[in-house]
């Protein structure tokens, strides 16, 4: 792990070096506009005249200019320091004034992701579940539910997204919590089928002829046999899933009109113009999705421990 | 070192370090192997035979002692493709046809197509698998895809093939005929056969010269010169000079404590 | 009456795959594709029947024929939707991606160093709603397909990276132990084992790409997009009550979806043919 862990830092710091660097000129168009509407000396004088010059030319003739770049309040690409200001603002500033539950603030919009990735999560492993213990016990079900299930994953959910809204608002169910969650559900499970399908059915046929000898029921060949054998495949999807839920309860919250959670912060964001709000939220769904499956490893490496699967 | 000596090892040292703390594989081993020796190595798990035959071929750096094949490093022998290798399983590419297969090295060393195809038809000959270029590994048995591998290894004229454990994976009457038929490729060839096993009526059957190995650490106990006739039929393995020489290997593998 | 109507549909359906699924005197071909394609046509049947049968209102759940109508009607709409969507956004953006991932994935399997420092880093990627960049990628490419293409490249390059890194490296000792013994070179060995021993897990990031692809491309239509598209189509035709079109327009990327999909899934079979999974009875 330790040996793992230099090279991945090393990474993340050119990473971020690079990120650095990159501000100066994505944002150097724009920095050049706006010195130029507060009277400044720019060269070549008007817009018009720079939008054909190059990028590079332009950072060599205004260079005292640079550092404007890296502070503007659009810019094309923040500044990390600008990012983590934003995010700083947004949460860990207002949790300290008692707000940390107001509107505007990161960690209730991030709450309220979380809590409809959670549901949506939860009704996709049971469908995954339900699902992969048909199929693999009825043939009916093995030779009409996979397919479709696999053609359910190339119909890009999020042309249904809007249509699951509209439907259930005219149903009477105002709050966006049960589309959300049948988008997320959607979209998380199709990997726990597939993973659950592949380890119950992972047993060797020595294995089950064994408990064949022994006369075992169904229910003790489930319980005994295949479901202990499929939980690594479990978690491997369970993993998949649960990334797979949170990217559809943001995709849930990005059709016009939502108003809370990240996807409507980010939509929010972009409808005002406001690019540092966007980035912000980015960076909280990006945590959120770091959090959720590190959790899921963390229980995987904890139950395969006391399964004894894992030294 | 004798003049006809083709591969020639000399106080060869053999040492990983390990958790556990060093292991020797090879300790103080000296061996001269002649042109057109059929050489079996035999010994239990961990003494060694398997890492000398992949230090002859180039796989292993020893950590002592010296070793020689055709009077070169074994790097060098090695990228001068002195040998063909066998492995326990065949390791045939799946996504290639027979034919196709046997062609790999062939196509690494640059040869023409036109050759290629005649040393794939010769070969195939030679192990008895005409008829089966164009079918895929999976279609075979394991017997079939073993000799497959074996064509390979003799695709490109190597004088030598270094052959580790070939049948272990097989049954024993699929065996016996790949014993039988790997004699007479033997003697077609001409070729420097060393053979690993842990058989003892395999080495005592296949060789002229029988290496007698034993573990802790990987160490050589004998060496017997086999006094069969090159000429076998496999019902010489029921003879009493046949038994004798088994009794030996035995009583070599007991010296070396191998049965403990 | 329609309740009964409903009901008998939906036991012949169910009883006619049962039978097919458990009897051993049908040909498994027909049999693999029949089962399917009935229960799909039993749900069509059973939704046409509900529609009526309970007079929903179009604005809310239309009819499987007035879908299909409504398709006929505005095929030329529906078309230029699909180019601008597919063709120029997510087909595009996959080739991109796909092509940088792949030749990135060469690049980084040459050092052990970059392997473990980027791997690790990929898959946290992978797992990130990169949907959300859209608004940024409109920000930085403009309105057009140019931006869809953007987060389409980002979207498709992670999964594939992690798979083609993962390929690379899954081939056994034996193998590259006989490489050696034929001194074979860099290249050759790429080109000769490790590329096609790689091949099925490549193919498995592909599948997930083409899924990734469309999504991409449609999501980030509804951040701004001139007037056509399919993302736009579907966000405005909501907001419209312009549902029939709404639905053709899903229908289309069912289509689309399923054809990629499916292209994608041949080629697997002609070039992993050999692999254990494509080989299952």
Same mark, same amino acid.
């Given at each position: ?131 992969? +213990? ?107 899933? +649960? ?69 | ?20 703390? $060093? ?24 003494? @060694? ?14 950590? @002592? ?39 790999? $090295? %062939? ?34 048995? @394991? ?10 290894? %003799? ?10 454990? $070939? ?38 059957? %296949? ?9 802790? $650490? ?43 | ?13 169910? &009883? ?79 080739? #991109? ?34 949907? &959300? ?95 056509? &598209? ?24 069912? #289509? ?26």
């Amino acid at each position: 792990m330790i040996r793992n862990a230099f090279p991945i830092l090393i990474v993340l710091f050119s990473i971020f070096c690079i990120w650095i660097v990159a501000v100066a000129p994505m944002n150097f168009k724009i920095a050049l506009d706006q010195l130029e509407r507060q009277k400044e000396e720019v060269f070549p004088a008007t817009s018009p005249e720079r939008r054909n010059v190059s990028v590079v030319i332009l950072m060599f003739q205004n260079s005292k200019y640079i550092k404007a770049s890296y502070n503007l309040e659009r810019p094309r690409l923040p500044t990390p320091k600008q990012v983590a200001n934003e995010i700083w603002k947004t949460t860990g500033k207002m949790a300290i004034k008692g707000r940390a539950w107001s509107k505007r603030s990161l960690i209730y919009h991030g709450w309220v992701t979380l809590k409809s990735t959670f549901f949506g999560f939860a009704l996709g492993v049971s469908i995954g579940l339900l699902g992969a +213990i048909s199929i693999v016990y009825f043939r009916v079900a093995d030779l009409s539910l996979m397919p479709w299930a696999i053609i359910s994953q190339t119909i890009p959910i999020v042309a249904l997204a809007p249509m699951i809204i509209v439907l259930s608002s005219q149903i009477g169910i105002d709050n966006r919590d049960v589309p959300k969650a049948i988008i997320s559900a959607y979209l998380c499970f199709f990997p726990v089928l597939v993973g659950m399908v592949k380890g119950l059915r992972s047993p060797e046929i020595s294995q089950i002829d064994l408990l064949k000898t022994y006369n075992a029921s169904g229910k003790d060949t489930f319980f005994k046999l295949r479901l202990p054998a499929s939980v690594p495949f479990l978690f491997t999807s369970l993993k998949v899933g +649960i990334a797979a839920a949170l990217v559809g309860t943001i995709v849930g919250e990005l059709p016009t009109g939502a108003i809370n959670g990240l996807g409507a912060r980010i939509l929010i964001g972009d409808q005002f113009g406001t690019p540092l709000a966007i980035w912000a939220s980015l960076f909280i769904a990006a945590l959120l999705a770091g959090v959720l499956v590190t959790t899921i490893g963390i229980l995987q490496k904890i139950t395969l421990k006391q399964m004894g699967l894992e030294a | 070192m004798s003049k006809d000596s083709v591969i020639s090892a000399q106080a060869l040292d053999l040492t990983f370090q390990t958790n556990d703390g $060093p292991v020797h594989a090879l300790k103080n081993v000296s061996l001269d192997i002649d042109r057109g020796d059929f050489i079996s190595f035999i010994g239990p798990s961990g003494c @060694g035979k398997t890492t000398f035959l992949r230090c002859i071929a180039g796989l292993e750096v020893s950590t @002592g002692g010296h070793l020689t094949v055709n009077g070169q490093t074994t790097d060098e022998a090695r990228r001068s493709r002195s040998y063909g290798y066998v492995f326990q399983h065949a390791g045939l590419y799946p996504w290639r046809t027979i034919g196709g297969n046997i062609r790999l $090295p %062939l196509e690494i060393m640059k040869l023409s197509k036109s050759e290629q195809k005649d040393r794939v038809e010769h070969t195939l000959k030679l192990v008895d698998l005409e008829g089966f270029e164009n079918k895929f590994p999976w279609q075979l048995s @394991g017997g079939m895809q073993q000799r497959a591998s074996i064509a390979r290894a %003799l695709s490109f004229n190597a004088d030598i093939l270094l052959m580790d454990e $070939p049948f272990g994976a097989l049954d024993e009457i699929v065996r016996d005929h790949l014993n039988e038929q790997l004699l007479q490729l033997w003697r077609q060839t001409n070729k420097t056969i060393v053979f690993v096993t842990h058989s003892i009526p395999e080495a005592v059957y %296949l060789s002229t010269k029988i290496v007698v190995m034993s573990p802790r $650490p990987g160490r050589i106990t004998d060496i017997i010169d086999n006094p069969l006739p090159v000429e076998r039929p496999l019902e010489i393995r029921d003879t009493s000079e046949f038994l004798e020489i088994a009794a030996r290997v035995r009583q070599g593998l007991r010296e070396g404590h191998s049965y403990d | 009456m329609w309740v009964v109507i409903f009901i008998s549909v939906w036991l012949v359906g169910w &009883g006619i795959n049962i039978v097919l699924a458990n009897s051993s005197k049908v040909a498994p071909h027909f049999r693999n594709i029949g089962v399917p394609l009935i229960f799909g046509i039993t749900i069509l049947i059973l939704w046409e029947i509900i529609v009526q049968g309970l007079s929903v209102s179009p604005v809310i759940l239309p009819a499987p024929s007035l879908v299909i109508s409504t398709f006929m009607a505005s095929v030329d709409v529906l078309w230029v939707d699909f180019v601008q969507t597919v063709v120029k956004g997510a087909i595009r953006g996959f080739l #991109i991606g796909a092509v940088a991932a792949f030749f990135i994935a060469i690049i980084i399997d040459r050092s052990s160093f970059l392997t473990r420092g980027l791997l690790p880093i990929g898959n946290f990627f992978s797992a990130l709603p990169i949907v &959300g960049v859209a608004p940024i990628m409109v920000n930085w490419f403009g309105f057009d397909w140019q931006s869809k293409a953007a987060v389409v490249v980002i979207m498709v390059f992670f999964p594939i990276l992690v798979n083609t890194v993962q390929g690379l490296k899954a081939t056994d000792t034996l193998q590259r132990d006989l490489m050696k013994t034929y001194a074979a070179s860099y290249y050759q060995n790429l080109f000769l084992l490790r590329l096609p021993a790689a091949m099925p897990f490549i193919f498995n990031g592909l599948k997930i790409a083409t899924t990734m692809a469309l999504i991409g491309a449609i999501v980030a239509e509804y951040f701004g997009s001139p007037t056509r &598209g399919m993302g736009f189509r579907i966000s405005t035709g909501v907001g419209s009550l312009d549902i029939d079109l709404v639905w053709a327009e899903i229908f289309v990327a069912a #289509i689309v979806g399923t054809l990629f999909f499916g292209l994608m899934t041949w080629g697997e079979r002609k070039i992993t043919f050999w692999h254990a999974s494509q080989r299952e009875k």
